[in-house]
Nanobody, 118 residues
Framework: QVQLVESGGGSVQAGGSLRLSCVAS????????MAWYRQAPGKQRELVAT???????NYVDSVKGRCTISRDNAKKTVYLQMNSLKPEDTAVYFC????????????WGQGTQVTVSS
């Protein structure tokens, strides 16, 4: 059974920082591209950042320079360090895993709430 469990969300003031974590189980972590998405109330889910199995990263323009995605394959964990948070970063943040080798899949965590107040 695949599980992605996010943590690290919370309420912060604008300018603050949070570090989100996502621990994976039930998958061969090293062969999965990992990503963070977010969904604000009334809006579609959007891709925030990705980190591929080779360590390559990509970010949505709105978080470039403020967020860093990383992964620890030994811990089966992906992180999202978010700095200089803005009220528009308020959303539920979801972890996503997509295997690039072997059985295809698209796995989601349950989400963690990030609230940034001005």
């Amino acid at each position: 059974q695949v599980q992605l469990v996010e943590s690290g969300g919370g309420s912060v003031q604008a300018g603050g920082s949070l570090r989100l974590s996502c621990v994976a189980s039930g998958i061969i972590f090293v062969v999965n591209d990992m990503a963070w998405y977010r969904q604000a109330p009334g809006k579609q889910r959007e891709l925030v950042a990705t980190i591929k199995i080779d360590g390559g990263t990509n970010y949505v323009d709105s978080v470039k320079g403020r967020c860093t995605i990383s992964r620890d394959n030994a811990k089966k964990t992906v992180y999202l360090q978010m700095n200089s948070l803005k009220p528009e970063d308020t959303a539920v943040y979801f972890c996503n895993a997509q295997p690039r080798i072997g059985v295809k899949g698209n796995y989601w965590g349950q989400g963690t709430q990030v609230t940034v107040s001005s």
